[in-house]
T-cell receptor, first 111, second 115 residues
Framework: GQNIDQPTEMTATEGAIVQINCTYQ??????LFWYQQHAGEAPTFLSY??LDGLEEKGRFSSFLSRSKGYSYLLLKELQMKDSASYLC????????????WGLGTSLAVNP | DTAVSQTPKYLVTQMGNDKSIKCEQN?????MYWYKQDSKKFLKIMFS???????INETVPNRFSPKSPDKAHLNLHINSLELGDSAVYFC??????????????FGEGSRLTVL
């Protein structure tokens, strides 16, 4: 089967750096997505990794290691508005028309 | 112009009623989805249509019936509403046909409360 694990909650301080981890088990791999979801809003796309390594996009970077079944989202220079849930997702191995979602990591950024 | 729009945004209704949620996307995408997000924030796929054809039908009570009159629209009708149906329902679209291609574009969500 497929499974995604993420920490449930994290807390960080404004201006700091935080790393949100995601581990996945899947029989076939077709990339990994990170989404951000603010309370009461829809998920919005952050990144998509299909090859190993770090991809940087402004204050947010995403890393993938396919051999370890591991990804992380790195948020730098944290701002209060980064308080949100961060969702990791991978395409279903048997049906890549759908995504398997993690439960999300709720990040609280404190002043 | 909102890329994926759903109506209504809020819906409060009594148990046993029938209600519908509508979704439209103006992105020209081939595939549309309905997701349910419960109070624990887990995103659960319910249905997907590709160019009006049902391609994903997860284990969902048959009180839920999707309808896609054309590839830009995907509606969700729910019969005999139950308390457990209370959740946020998200519509999403994706340009892929044979598989997910790039990101999912989500609508703003429809918060359903069943009393």
């Amino acid at each position: 089967g497929q499974n995604i694990d993420q920490p449930t909650e994290m807390t960080a301080t404004e201006g700091a750096i935080v790393q949100i981890n995601c581990t996945y088990q899947t029989s076939g791999f077709n990339g990994l997505f990170w989404y951000q979801q603010h309370a009461g809003e829809a998920p919005t796309f952050l990144s998509y990794n299909v090859l190993d390594g770090l991809e940087e996009k402004g204050r947010f970077s995403s890393f993938l290691s396919r051999s370890k079944g591991y990804s992380y989202l790195l948020l730098k220079e944290l701002q209060m508005k980064d308080s949100a849930s961060y969702l990791c997702a991978v395409p279903h191995a048997g049906n890549n028309r759908k995504l398997i979602w993690g439960l999300g990591t709720s990040l609280a950024v404190n002043p | 112009d909102t890329a994926v729009s759903q109506t209504p945004k809020y819906l409060v209704t009594q148990m046993g009623n029938d209600k519908s949620i509508k979704c439209e996307q103006n992105l020209g995408h081939d595939t549309m989805y309905w997701y349910k997000q419960d109070s624990k924030k887990f995103l659960k796929i319910m249905f997907s249509y590709n160019n009006k054809e049902l391609i994903i039908n997860e284990t969902v009570p048959n009180r839920f019936s999707p309808k896609s009159p054309d590839k830009a629209h995907l509606n969700l009708h729910i019969n005999s509403l139950e308390l457990g149906d209370s959740a946020v329902y998200f519509c999403a679209s994706n340009p892929g046909s044979g598989g997910i291609s790039g990101e999912l574009f989500f609508g703003e969500g429809s918060r359903l409360t069943v009393l």
